[in-house]
């Protein structure tokens, strides 16, 4: 089988990207082939907006899809996408519409923080949107179960399906550097959500604790100007030698980058799988993160690190000021996470449940499904979005 893996990449560097990388180096092993299509290349003024600019990017992106799937003779396309807000389902949407329009079966991934809560406020538009890619993809992919649980909740349908990120593991965990001082490492983009205003400032109550913080990632969804205030506020900081922006880095480069920490740090407020932290985990570095998404069932279920309360300054300073007390404790946890990502968050511990998907979508007769199913599947999604979901009531 050959699998066409849709994903951002090039100059847009995200978890998507990642994902979809670790999908082509994945598959072969399987007895698959693998070609990458990167999407959402084109530099647009207002990303976020649904305006004219945006909608021709997304229906050139379906058309490229399907250009390149008839051309190398693809089996079925695997798409990784954010899903969320409405522009994001939409432009999922015309991808997967792409890939059916030449008889090829999609499967959508998503990778989207909060799903289930844009799923239960977002509008007709997102909600339709959805319902219609549970029509026209033959799967619908998503991280934990409260996502998937939501999904089905709004498209009554079973076909989705949970599938945990994976990363490479290396063969044996990479030794701990020495101590002092206790190097937290953040690798994400520098936004709010992510905390990492939160964690600079829990560095100011811990100056009497030897102990430096590199934050790996750019601006992200909040932009330049509010990466350069936070800039600004970490100037003393970052001169004292204690806080390092280490800029964006290529994957080899993040992983340098966590290897040469202790600790990986993380207080969002909102995640889904984060591999940021599945990263660290391969790294065998512990984990101190926020209950989102969930980051907290893995640190409970693994024993990989230590979930925050909250994502207060002194909340995220008094934890840090506990494992920079207890090596021994840093460096059991340093273990179990190696352990968990080596049996539970590496390619081969995904490899069943993938070939179970693919071997899925692509073992259905698209010919009999399109004239004895779709058609009924269209007529009962309009009929659903016209009246609400089928949990609703309404």
């Known amino acids: 089988m050959k699998v066409l893996v849709v994903g951002t990449g090039g100059s847009?560097?995200?978890?998507?990207?990642?994902?979809?990388?670790?999908?082509?180096?994945?598959?072969p092993g399987l007895g698959h082939g693998a070609q990458r299509f990167n999407a959402g290349e084109r530099m647009r003024r207002r990303p976020r907006a649904v305006n004219l600019e945006?909608?021709?990017?997304?229906?050139?992106?379906?058309?490229?899809v399907a250009r390149e799937a008839r051309r190398a003779h693809i089996d079925a396309v695997w798409i990784h996408a954010f899903g969320v807000p409405t522009l994001s389902a939409l432009r999922t949407l015309a991808l997967v519409v792409g890939a059916r329009l030449v008889g090829r079966p999609a499967v959508v991934q998503f990778h989207a923080f909060g799903l289930e809560t844009f799923v239960a406020d977002g509008g007709p538009v997102l909600r339709t949107a959805i319902r219609a890619l549970a029509v026209v993809a033959g799967a619908m992919v998503v991280e934990h179960e409260p996502a998937a649980e939501a999904l089905r909740s709004m498209t009554g349908d079973a076909h989705v399906r949970v599938l945990n990120n994976w990363v490479d593991v290396p063969d044996e965990a990479p030794p701990l550097p020495a101590q002092p001082p206790l190097r937290l490492v953040f690798v994400g983009g520098l936004v709010r959500r992510k905390g990492a205003a939160?964690?600079?400032?829990?560095?100011?109550?811990?100056?009497?604790v030897p102990v430096e913080?590199?934050?790996?990632?750019?601006?992200?969804e909040d932009g330049?100007?509010?990466?350069?205030?936070?800039?600004?506020?970490?100037?003393?900081?970052?001169?004292?030698?204690?806080?390092?922006?280490?800029?964006?880095?290529?994957?080899?480069?993040?992983?340098?980058?966590?290897?040469a920490g202790h600790l990986f740090v993380l207080a969002s407020?909102?995640?889904?799988?984060?591999?940021?932290?599945?990263?660290?985990?391969?790294?065998?570095?512990?984990t101190l993160v926020t209950d989102a998404g969930n980051m907290r069932t893995i640190v409970e279920e693994t024993g990989c690190g230590w979930v925050l309360p909250?994502?207060?300054?002194?909340?995220?300073?008094a934890h840090v000021r506990r494992i920079a007390a207890d090596p021994a404790a840093l460096a059991a946890a340093s273990a179990a996470a190696w352990r968990a990502a080596s049996t539970r968050y590496s390619a081969g511990a995904r490899q069943g449940e993938i070939d179970g998907i693919l071997q899925g979508v692509t073992g259905q007769r698209l010919h009999r499904q399109r004239r004895h199913g779709v058609d009924a599947r269209f007529r009962r999604v309009l009929a659903v979005s016209r009246r609400g979901s089928p949990d609703s009531g309404q």
């Open 12 to 27: 847009i560097v995200s978890g998507i990207s990642t994902a979809a990388d670790e999908m082509v180096r994945t598959l």
């Open 54 to 64: 945006n909608v021709t990017s997304a229906l050139s992106d379906a058309a490229a």
């Open 198 to 208: 939160q964690i600079i400032e829990a560095m100011r109550a811990l100056d009497d």
């Open 213 to 220: 913080l590199r934050l790996v990632g750019g601006a992200g």
């Open 224 to 259: 330049p100007a509010a990466l350069e205030l936070l800039h600004a506020a970490a100037d003393d900081l970052v001169l004292a030698g204690r806080v390092t922006f280490a800029g964006e880095k290529d994957p080899a480069g993040v992983r340098a980058e966590l290897r």
């Open 269 to 286: 407020d909102a995640e889904g799988m984060p591999l940021a932290m599945l990263e660290a985990m391969a790294e065998g570095r512990a």
């Open 310 to 317: 909250d994502r207060e300054p002194a909340t995220i300073a």
